[in-house]
Nanobody, 116 residues
Framework: QVQLVESGGGLVQAGGSLRLSCAAS?????????MGWFRQAPGKERELVAA????????YYSDSVKGRFTISRDNVRNMVTLQMNSLTPEDTAVYYC????????WGQGTQVTVSS
C-alpha cells in the first residue's frame, strides 16, 4: 500500500505563491510511477493539474495552470512538489498527489485558498 502525505497549503492572496509537497512511501510504491498533482474544488470533480514522469521531467500541465505551476520530484527522497505562482481564486481547492494514473487510496490532501 502507498501512503501519500501532502503539505504546504494555506490561505494566500491573489497573485501570491505557495509550494506544495508530497511524501510518498509504502511497500508498493515504485519510483517508476509517473506522479501527478490533482485538485478538487467544491462541487467539482477531481482533476489532474500537473504530472511528472518517473524520470523527473514534467509531462503535463492543464491549460488552467500552464505557465504558473511547476511540478518537480526527488526520487531519492520520494517527494513531489508543486510550485504555484500567480495564484487566482479559481485555484482554490484541495490538492492531492498520487501516481498518474492514480493508484490506491488518496491522502488527506492540502487545502489551498486564494482570496481576491
Amino acid at each position: 500500500q502507498v501512503q501519500l502525505v501532502e503539505s504546504g497549503g494555506g490561505l494566500v492572496q491573489a497573485g501570491g505563491s505557495l509550494r506544495l509537497s508530497c511524501a510518498a512511501s509504502g511497500p508498493t510504491f515504485s519510483r517508476r510511477y509517473d506522479m501527478g498533482w490533482f485538485r478538487q474544488a467544491p462541487g467539482k470533480e477531481r482533476e489532474l493539474v500537473a504530472a511528472a514522469s518517473w524520470l523527473g521531467g514534467a509531462i503535463y500541465y492543464s491549460d488552467s495552470v500552464k505557465g504558473r505551476f511547476t511540478i518537480s520530484r526527488d526520487n531519492v527522497r520520494n517527494m513531489v512538489t508543486l510550485q504555484m505562482n500567480s495564484l487566482t481564486p479559481e485555484d482554490t481547492a484541495v490538492y492531492y498527489c498520487n501516481s498518474n494514473p492514480p493508484r490506491g487510496d488518496w491522502g488527506q490532501g492540502t487545502q489551498v485558498t486564494v482570496s481576491s
